[in-house]
């Protein structure tokens, strides 16, 4: 892991730009001298680490004393993309605003997606616990569909916070079933793009015995902003 910059923010956040390989990230830490939890925080498929709302989530949690990491995993950000990812983004686009079914298109661009970032994610863990500030446990914040399959495969997540869920490749709707971490998933009631049933269904199959569920009204960007004070009361629970 090489830092590239560094930044000590107004609210003794320290902020550091990282790459990994070819993996660009942001790694946020308290002003502390003791080794700090972790959270990985991921924004949804293809945004970048640099989105205004998942920077602002990091470093209200980096305040709160978490140690908080984002990256752009493959086909996110700035790093290049397919052309068949380029092709299914553009055709679910037309898809959804014709009112036309998108699940195959769906699968056909997310599901590669989550095949190509956990495997950059699980590098990226084993590279963040090696810091001396970062002590552990980890949780997990953000993209549903992701987050599913490292709660599933990555036995080092201890907890996992999750956004949306209404539409979830088939292969991370079975592997609901193997996760068993404390959850907190988030709902936006009135959400455009990610139908509610779904969502409900999916929240339903989790294989956690401590599973919560935060719905609100609004569309997808209108989560308010008092659920990620309580998402940072849900991690001081599991990893503090």
Not at 141 to 170: D, K, Q, T, Y
Request: proline share 8%; charged share 25%; aromatic share 8%.
């Amino acid at each position: 892991m090489h830092f590239t910059s560094e930044e000590r923010l107004d609210d003794d956040v320290l902020e550091r730009e990282f790459t990994l390989g070819g993996i660009p990230g942001t790694l946020w830490t308290p002003v502390s001298a003791e080794p700090a939890p972790l959270i990985l925080m991921a924004h949804n498929n293809g945004l970048p680490k640099g989105e205004p709302r998942l920077v602002a989530r990091a470093r209200y949690s980096a305040a709160c004393g978490y140690a908080v990491a984002s990256i752009d995993a493959a086909g996110c950000g700035d790093r290049p993309r397919s052309a068949a990812d380029e092709q299914a983004r553009a055709e679910l686009r037309r898809a959804m605003q014709a009112g036309e079914p998108v699940d195959d298109i769906f699968e056909s661009l997310i599901g590669p997606l989550v095949e190509k970032a956990a495997p950059e994610w699980r590098t990226t863990l084993d590279a963040l616990l090696a810091l001396p500030e970062i002590g552990g446990p980890v949780g997990y914040s953000g993209w549903m569909a992701l987050g599913v399959r490292l709660a599933a495969v990555e036995p080092r997540i201890s907890a996992a916070g999750f956004f949306a869920g209404g539409f979830v490749p088939r292969a991370q709707r079975e592997e609901a079933r193997q996760v068993t971490v404390p959850l907190l998933m988030l709902l936006q009631w009135d959400d455009e793009g990610n139908p509610r049933q779904r969502a409900l269904d999916l929240f339903d199959a989790f294989g956690s015995m401590e599973k919560t569920l935060h719905a609100n009204p609004g569309g997808h960007t209108g989560t308010p902003w008092f659920e990620v004070e309580d998402g940072n009361r849900f991690f001081g629970r599991h990893l503090k």
